[in-house]
């Protein structure tokens, strides 16, 4: 019993790192995967790497090409469009009812404050100079931390779990945008984002969802161009 | 081995039992649980009943606070809300989608016109008030299909997965009206025909605005005759 729950934990954890991996654009759209490094890498035995491949092949986010390799699935502008399609439909919307919800909160009221602080200081940091990797950190934690709060502002609401699925599925491709664009997509992002948080403070509903609205668009349309470099 | 094997099937199964007898609406929204009655009714000992209340209340299906009787969920105003709101949101999109991705002489269409032809006798049916316990499970199956339908012609999408979050979230409150309404359900059956009704021409006739405005306008009925439904219980 003991044994088998162990087992279980370490093929889960193999699992979720070389996901995570995938998804945070560590290893990109195209890039080759072999089970013998990954194991040496990751310190474990050949088995639940290969396990891990079949599961991420089975979600579309790796393709085998042979026995023991296998490929970061590529990202397509039809993946783009379908998931930008659906956050249209509703974050603009999720984020204007976060806002009510964060206008009666004085705890989530400043919360959001400090990440509008946080981006501002990196888009000073981001005018003086060029994005590396620690600035790339702070910029992604604010991006994911307004994400966060506005799931937790919306609290056990289903509109909340929705888009805690989307927000799974599309971190991939929204990663792979900065990862592979660097300073320009991050400049332009972390601007749209301190112009959401402003509207979302200053409480004006509409605004709160074209501002949402027009980062979407654009952030589609910047991902559809670094996917066609 | 074998021993705990039966042990959790057994459990799986009364928690199915209990669960689908909520779903469904068998069981209403505050009518309290009695362990005793359930493990009677279900030839079973009290323990895997409380498990399966346990269970079920973490998933916000039953209320077991301590020093009370454990309770089926309440459905309030709001959750109906909630609920209409995203669906409100994807749905109509989601049936334009279907639209345009519905293939001629596809197998998907034959089933289209079929369910057409179903909803049809069942109207008959209703306006004669020659209803039966077979009509009523088929006014059911035709719901249920054309959702399936839908979801089938957007295929495996990001909005599919979500469509199917959403059903599973809403699966109490979708026949909620249908299920507790006494006097007025003949009447909710039949408007509900004639808009899945034209819902599926709209589908038929490839006509994408018809698809959404038609869905649209379904679930803002919906909306409205469920919580009319929750006021009455």
Request: aromatic share 4%.
């Amino acid at each position: 019993m003991v044994e088998r729950i162990e087992r279980e934990t370490l093929h889960d954890k193999v699992y979720q790192s070389i996901k995570n991996s995938i998804v945070r654009n560590e290893f990109m759209p195209g890039d080759e995967l072999t089970i013998d490094s990954l194991a040496s890498d990751l310190g474990v035995s050949p088995t639940p790497v290969r396990e891990a491949l079949a599961k991420l092949s089975a979600q579309g986010l790796v393709v085998s090409t042979q026995n023991k390799k296998a490929r970061v699935a590529g990202i397509t502008k039809d993946d783009v469009v379908e998931i930008y399609e659906v956050r249209k439909l509703l974050e603009p919307y999720a984020t204007r009812i976060a806002a009510e919800e964060i206008g009666g909160d004085p705890g989530l009221a400043r919360r959001l404050e400090e990440l509008r602080d946080r981006a501002r200081r990196i888009g000073e940091s981001l005018a003086e100079g060029e994005m590396d990797e620690h600035l790339f950190e702070r910029y992604m934690d604010v991006d994911l931390g307004l994400e966060d709060l506005v799931e937790e502002a919306l609290g056990d609401m289903l509109l909340s779990k929705v888009l805690g699925v989307i927000g799974d599925h599309s971190l991939r491709v929204r990663t792979f945008t900065e990862v592979s664009d660097g300073d320009k997509t991050a400049e332009k992002n972390n601007e749209e984002h301190i112009e959401i948080i402003s509207r979302m403070l200053s409480g004006e509903s509409e605004e709160i969802e074209g501002a949402v609205k027009a980062h979407l668009d654009n952030a589609e349309e910047r991902t559809v161009e670094a996917l066609a470099e | 081995m074998v021993d705990q094997i039966s042990r959790e099937t057994l459990q799986e199964k009364v928690y199915n039992s209990i669960k689908e007898s909520i779903v469904t609406n068998d069981l209403l929204p505050e009518e309290v649980l009695s362990i005793d009655s359930l493990s009677k009714e279900l030839g079973v000992s009290p323990t895997p009943v409380r498990e399966a209340l346990t269970r079920l209340s973490t998933q916000g299906l039953v209320e077991n606070s301590r020093n009370k009787k454990a309770k089926v969920a309440s459905i309030e105003r709001d959750d109906v809300r909630q609920t209409y709101e995203v669906r409100k949101l994807l749905e109509p999109y989601a049936c334009r989608l279907a639209v345009e991705n519905l293939e001629e002489g596809s197998d998907i269409e034959r089933e289209l016109i079929d369910l057409k032809g179903k909803i049809e006798v069942l109207q008959r049916e209703l306006e004669e008030s020659e209803f039966t316990e077979n009509g009523y499970s088929d006014y059911f199956q035709v719901d249920f299909r054309l959702g399936e339908y839908i979801e089938g012609i957007i295929g495996a999408t990001l909005l599919g997965s979500i469509l199917k979050l959403i059903g599973e979230h809403s699966e109490r409150l979708r026949y909620f009206a249908e299920a507790t309404g006494d006097e007025g359900v003949q009447e909710i059956l039949q408007d509900n025909n004639e808009e899945h009704l034209g819902i599926i021409n709209a589908l038929l006739d490839r006509d994408p605005d018809a698809a959404e405005s038609r869905v649209a306008e379904h679930l803002d009925h919906a909306e409205e005759r469920t919580i009319a439904a929750i006021e009455a219980v």
